[in-house]
Structure formats: structure tokens, C-alpha cells
Nanobody, 127 residues
Framework: HVQLVESGGGSVQAGGSQRLSCVSS????????LGWFRQRPGKEREGVAA????????YYSDSVKGRFTISQDNDNNAVYLQMNALKPDDTAMYYC?????????????????????WGQGTQVTVS
């Protein structure tokens, strides 16, 4: 079982930036796929970004591409989500996720079932 602990949520003004962190109980340097999902008020959970830690291959949903960046930190066993140019529509609970198996593909933002492990979530509010 993989435990994921998120941090870094909070309130931010539109146009601002926020960085979310996720520490995994599984070694980041091992080849695995981690990512971030979010649930906006009144909407379904959706994937926003994923990273395959062997080679740092990254994937993004269209809604965040160019604004969000996912990265890995092997020394701290963490992945990060740097969020820039935030909009009120980015207000959501953000969840760190991980999956067993090889690779992240296909990365389908609607496929919540593709990931095996979920953190508790961290709230981001953009006003």
C-alpha cells in the first residue's frame, strides 16, 4: 500500500501562484506514475497532471497545460504541482495519486479508476 500526503493548499488571488507537495511512501526514484487530480465544486474529479518518474515524462490536461507544472524530487521522495496564473475556476480539492504498473499512459483526465492510491487532498481556493 502506498501512502500519499499532500500539503501546500490555501487561498490565493487570481493570477497568483501556488505549489502543492506530495510525499510518497514509495520511492520516487523507482519507476512509477504519480499525478494530481482535482475536484471542483459541483463537478467530477478530473486528472490535471501526471509524471512517470523514470525519465520525468509529464502529461497534462488541456485545462491546465501551460499554467501548471508537475515535477519530481527524488531526494525528498516528493512530487510537486506548481500552479501559475491561477483562476477562480481552479478552486478545488487537489489529490495526489499514484498507480501500480509501468508508465502513465494513457493519461485520461476522466479516468479516476486508473490510479490505485489517493491522498487525503488539499484545498486550493482562488478568489
Amino acid at each position: 500500500h502506498v501512502q500519499l500526503v499532500e500539503s501546500g493548499g490555501g487561498s490565493v488571488q487570481a493570477g497568483g501562484s501556488q505549489r502543492l507537495s506530495c510525499v510518497s511512501s514509495r520511492r520516487i526514484s523507482d519507476c512509477n506514475c504519480l499525478g494530481w487530480f482535482r475536484q471542483r465544486p459541483g463537478k467530477e474529479r478530473e486528472g490535471v497532471a501526471a509524471i512517470y518518474t523514470c525519465g520525468s515524462f509529464t502529461y497534462y490536461s488541456d485545462s491546465v497545460k501551460g499554467r501548471f507544472t508537475i515535477s519530481q524530487d527524488n531526494d525528498n521522495n516528493a512530487v510537486y504541482l506548481q500552479m501559475n496564473a491561477l483562476k477562480p475556476d481552479d478552486t478545488a480539492m487537489y489529490y495526489c495519486v499514484a498507480k501500480d504498473g509501468v508508465g502513465c499512459l494513457p493519461f485520461v483526465p476522466q479516468a479516476t479508476g486508473a490510479f490505485d492510491y489517493w491522498g487525503q487532498g488539499t484545498q486550493v481556493t482562488v478568489s
